[in-house]
């Protein structure tokens, strides 16, 4: 067991991996720009959907979409391994209470990555679905389970509670952390600016769905719970919400070239030696 173990943690350290996962940052923010983008039309007007599966869509309907989601599908798989090992085998050198923090982080990010390439291989094979049914479709069938309001309320608080982290996280800058900032202060301040905006917006938009999802248990109205599409469309139906979900969708566009940029400046390394 421990060859195996060591066999998989070699694997997972290679630089074939790394490269690939790298791509799977990229990946998410081409597709974090395409829901913005979307969530920029529906503040105007036109149609879409403003979640992973609108952007799913949208990539696949490029020259070459069925490539583009096959080959973003394997960088998604890389960096789910990537996420999957460090929560595995990383952070052994920090104390317990911090080791366990950083596991569970990085072992969220492995399911949310996994989930984005079980989407992008959907779409490729031509069996893609809406989001927003999918997700009423699941909370429908979590009110019918015994305890299911309460697991849907605790669901919905935890989207909402990462959207405030997220907010936290930008504006406190704790993503500086993750780049290898560049030399040059133009640069070092573009790439400050695009993740507090970036952060700041995907974390509005995530604190709205969570609301969405408690609300719809609350009031057991499981057609209120729509996902990120939801969540935006919410969002426009406030006092000045055209512009808020315009805001909102320039913000992730910021996000989404900040990943790009973590594509190629992440620091994929450290988190290998526990720090």
């Not at 979590?142 to 909402?160: D, E, H, R, T």
Request: charged share 15%; net charge positive; proline share 3%.
């Amino acid at each position: 067991m421990q060859g195996a173990a060591d066999k998989a943690e070699e694997v997972t350290n290679s630089r074939a991996l790394e490269l690939l996962a790298r791509a799977g940052f990229a990946v998410s923010g081409v597709l974090h720009f395409l829901v913005g983008t979307i969530a920029i039309g529906l503040a105007v007007g036109k149609s879409g959907r403003a979640d992973v599966s609108g952007a799913v869509a949208e990539l696949g309907s490029q020259p070459f979409g069925p490539l583009l989601l096959w080959a973003s599908f394997a960088a998604c798989v890389a960096l789910a391994l990537w996420q999957a090992s460090d929560a595995i085998f990383a952070y052994q050198n920090l104390p317990s209470k911090d080791k366990i923090v950083k596991k569970l982080k990085a072992a969220g990010q492995a399911v949310v990555y996994a989930a984005m390439a079980v989407s992008l291989a959907a779409f490729a094979r031509g069996s893609g679905s809406d989001n927003r049914e999918s997700t009423s479709d699941m909370t429908v069938g979590l009110l019918k389970a015994p305890g299911g309001l309460l697991l849907l309320i605790v669901v919905g608080a935890a989207v909402a509670v990462t959207g405030v982290v997220y907010v936290l996280r930008g504006f406190q800058r704790k993503f500086e952390r993750h780049i290898r900032m560049p030399a040059s202060p133009s640069a070092r301040k573009g790439i400050t600016r695009l993740g507090i905006a970036g952060y700041a917006a995907k974390g509005v938009a995530l604190f709205v769905t969570g609301l969405l999802v408690i609300t719809a248990a609350a009031t057991l109205r499981p057609e209120q719970s729509t996902g990120l599409d939801g969540g935006l469309r919410a969002l426009r139906e406030q006092p000045f919400g055209i512009y808020l979900l315009a805001a909102v969708g320039a913000g992730l566009i910021c996000y989404g070239v900040f990943m790009v940029v973590r594509a190629r400046l992440g620091r994929m390394e450290s988190q290998r030696h526990g720090t």
